[in-house]
Protein backbone atom coordinates (compact mmCIF):
# COMPACT_ATOMS: atom_id res chain seq x y z
CA UNK A 1 0.00 0.00 0.00
CA UNK A 2 0.76 3.65 -0.58
CA UNK A 3 2.81 4.78 2.74
CA UNK A 4 1.08 8.16 2.65
CA UNK A 5 0.07 8.44 5.79
CA UNK A 6 -4.07 8.09 6.61
CA UNK A 7 -5.00 10.77 3.60
CA UNK A 8 -7.11 8.93 1.25
CA UNK A 9 -8.08 11.74 -0.85
CA UNK A 10 -4.60 11.76 -1.99
CA UNK A 11 -4.15 7.99 -2.33
CA UNK A 12 -7.56 8.28 -4.79
CA UNK A 13 -5.93 10.88 -6.39
CA UNK A 14 -2.51 9.08 -7.07
CA UNK A 15 -4.19 5.78 -7.65
CA UNK A 16 -6.44 7.16 -10.75
CA UNK A 17 -3.78 9.10 -11.97
CA UNK A 18 -1.23 5.96 -11.84
CA UNK A 19 -3.90 3.68 -13.05
CA UNK A 20 -4.58 6.27 -16.28
CA UNK A 21 -0.45 6.29 -16.64
CA UNK A 22 -0.52 2.11 -16.96
CA UNK A 23 -3.52 2.40 -19.49
CA UNK A 24 -2.51 4.81 -21.32
CA UNK A 25 1.60 2.98 -21.35
CA UNK A 26 0.15 -0.21 -22.34
CA UNK A 27 -2.22 1.22 -25.81
CA UNK A 28 0.98 3.62 -26.87
CA UNK A 29 2.42 0.16 -28.40
CA UNK A 30 5.64 1.05 -26.44
CA UNK A 31 7.76 -1.71 -24.78
CA UNK A 32 7.20 -1.53 -20.76
CA UNK A 33 10.93 0.02 -20.80
CA UNK A 34 10.58 2.59 -23.46
CA UNK A 35 7.28 3.79 -20.99
CA UNK A 36 9.79 4.15 -18.65
CA UNK A 37 12.00 6.18 -20.30
CA UNK A 38 9.07 8.69 -21.03
CA UNK A 39 8.05 8.67 -17.82
CA UNK A 40 11.01 9.84 -16.65
CA UNK A 41 11.20 12.63 -19.29
CA UNK A 42 7.38 13.29 -18.55
CA UNK A 43 8.50 13.91 -14.86
CA UNK A 44 11.58 16.30 -15.98
CA UNK A 45 9.06 18.24 -17.71
CA UNK A 46 7.15 18.70 -14.80
CA UNK A 47 10.34 19.63 -12.94
CA UNK A 48 10.80 22.08 -15.81
CA UNK A 49 7.49 23.31 -15.15
CA UNK A 50 7.98 23.68 -11.42
CA UNK A 51 11.17 25.42 -11.38
CA UNK A 52 9.36 28.33 -13.82
CA UNK A 53 6.90 28.64 -11.51
CA UNK A 54 8.95 29.60 -9.14
CA UNK A 55 9.37 25.92 -7.11
CA UNK A 56 13.05 26.78 -6.99
CA UNK A 57 16.07 26.28 -9.69
CA UNK A 58 15.54 23.52 -12.78
CA UNK A 59 18.31 21.66 -10.96
CA UNK A 60 16.97 21.51 -7.53
CA UNK A 61 13.16 20.63 -8.88
CA UNK A 62 14.66 18.12 -10.90
CA UNK A 63 16.37 16.46 -8.43
CA UNK A 64 13.33 16.41 -5.73
CA UNK A 65 11.37 14.68 -9.06
CA UNK A 66 14.46 12.16 -9.35
CA UNK A 67 13.86 11.63 -5.33
CA UNK A 68 9.64 11.37 -5.77
CA UNK A 69 10.42 8.92 -8.26
CA UNK A 70 12.38 6.52 -6.48
CA UNK A 71 9.70 6.82 -3.73
CA UNK A 72 7.36 6.03 -6.12
CA UNK A 73 9.14 2.82 -6.98
CA UNK A 74 9.24 1.66 -3.47
CA UNK A 75 5.60 1.44 -3.46
CA UNK A 76 3.33 -1.41 -3.78
CA UNK A 77 0.85 -1.49 -7.14
CA UNK A 78 -1.30 -2.77 -5.28
CA UNK A 79 -3.36 0.47 -4.88
CA UNK A 80 -4.01 0.50 -8.69
CA UNK A 81 -6.23 -2.52 -8.32
CA UNK A 82 -8.96 -0.47 -7.69
CA UNK A 83 -8.55 1.35 -10.92
CA UNK A 84 -7.43 -1.00 -13.63
CA UNK A 85 -10.15 -2.94 -15.29
Known amino acids: MLKLGRDDALVDK ?10 EALASGLAWDQAIVAFGIASKAIAAQAANQGNGTLEQCTAHAHG ?17 R
Open 14 to 23: LGALAANVVE
Open 68 to 84: RLQFGMEQSADVLKAWL
